[in-house]
């Protein structure tokens, strides 16, 4: 159970708190990603049907979290499918929450070097912003939640104003034809894309910490309907301006379209660094929500005080985001991370689902 009365966010912050940890990488690579797949103008049909099956998966974790109101996946796991399976499930879920920061980690080391701080090494740039969330995450989910609440508007705000921006190199022609070669390669690119919104997974921990957990499936359905509207507008404006074959050949596209316009006479005529302000801010939040999940899971399952897991996932974090050697690597990473996440949150929710009725049958039968 929650040790702490302070430890309660409202719907509204749980909502939030989706939201800014599936906006990820997500805004930068997922034109390219999708693009790469489907290979056609129909990249934003792939997006919203991603988000369609995001929203289904994310309900049947909210439905499975509601039959154990105040308790994260690391406790009801184990009463599912008892102490030692639980116990590795839970500890395949902080591995990927640790591997997942070490990607959000380097991500940001990666665009920061390369559009930023030319030039300054890696570790100079992740232990700073290791620390910094180290600093916010001891104080609990509160503080968290606080802080995404004032990042999201900003991030809306300048995302929204930068990206219709865009609108002077748009050109609709790029995102024609409809469906010209059919629906196939729009199904083909649908994994890419609902990956895309990996995020809804903290359902599986701030569950037990809402108020009101039966409005848990409107905080889920909410906090991946904006990613869903932020993943549509960015990549009908970087299919729009730059086509889809410009698109498969650079690394950062939604930055490269950003790069592309410019503003004559205004104080600031480069937007690019707007959109990397508020990405970098995304990048905090992935962080922070994946570092707390992480030290939680190890505080649940040993039955210890969090804080020195919060320091001991550290280095495990740091040399995570040291292995990839360059981006191409990065991307691999991300890639065998979203085949893991299909794993976890795709089919594991369903199954432990499944062993919870075949249970409540057995009782039946008994009684």
């Given amino acids: 159970m929650i040790t702490s009365p302070k430890d309660r966010i409202t719907t509204a912050q749980a909502a939030v708190v989706v939201i800014n940890y599936t906006l990820g990488t997500g805004i930068l690579t997922v034109p390219r990603a999708s693009a790469e797949k489907v290979k056609t103008p129909d990249i934003w049909l792939t997006v919203i049907l991603g988000g369609l099956i995001a929203m289904m998966v994310g309900v049947i974790i909210v439905k499975l979290g509601q039959r154990f109101p105040g308790k994260t996946f690391y406790q009801y796991s184990q009463e599912i499918v008892g102490k030692w399976v639980g116990g590795l499930l839970s500890l395949l879920l902080v591995c990927y929450f640790v591997m997942m920061c070490g ?105 037990a910490f809402m108020k009101q957990p039966n409005k848990a499936v409107k905080a889920v359905l909410v906090g991946i309907s904006i990613p869903l509207i932020f993943y549509v507008i960015t990549v009908v404006m970087v299919i729009g301006a730059l086509s889809v074959d410009g698109v498969v050949t650079r690394t950062w596209p939604t930055i490269d379209l950003m790069r592309s316009f410019e503003m004559p006479g205004l104080f600031f005529e480069r937007f690019e660094s707007f959109l990397l302000v508020i990405w970098i801010m995304k990048m905090f939040t992935c962080f922070n929500v994946g570092h707390y999940a992480a030290s939680l899971g190890l505080a649940q399952l040993f039955k210890k005080n969090i804080h020195p897991f919060m320091f001991g996932l550290l280095p495990a974090i740091y040399i995570i985001s040291m292995i990839p050697k360059n981006t191409n690597d990065l991307f691999k990473l991300g890639d065998m991370m979203g085949n893991f996440a299909l794993f976890l949150f795709g089919l594991q929710p369903l199954l432990l689902l499944l062993v919870l009725r075949l249970k409540k049958r057995r009782q039946e039968v008994k009684s």
């Fill in 103 to 207: 990607f959000h980690a380097r991500a940001l080391a990666e665009v920061t070097s390369f559009f930023l701080l030319e030039g300054t090494p890696s570790w100079a740039i992740v232990m700073p912003f290791m620390w910094v969330s180290l600093y916010l995450i001891m104080g609990g989910i509160n503080p968290i939640a606080r802080l995404f609440e004032i990042i999201l508007p900003i991030t809306v705000g300048i995302f929204l104003v930068v990206a219709f921006m865009g609108f002077k190199v748009f050109e609709v022609d790029n995102l024609r034809p409809v469906l010209g070669l059919g629906v196939m390669p729009v199904l083909q690119g649908i994994k890419t894309t609902a990956l895309s919104y990996t995020g809804f997974e903290s359902m599986l921990i701030i569950m």
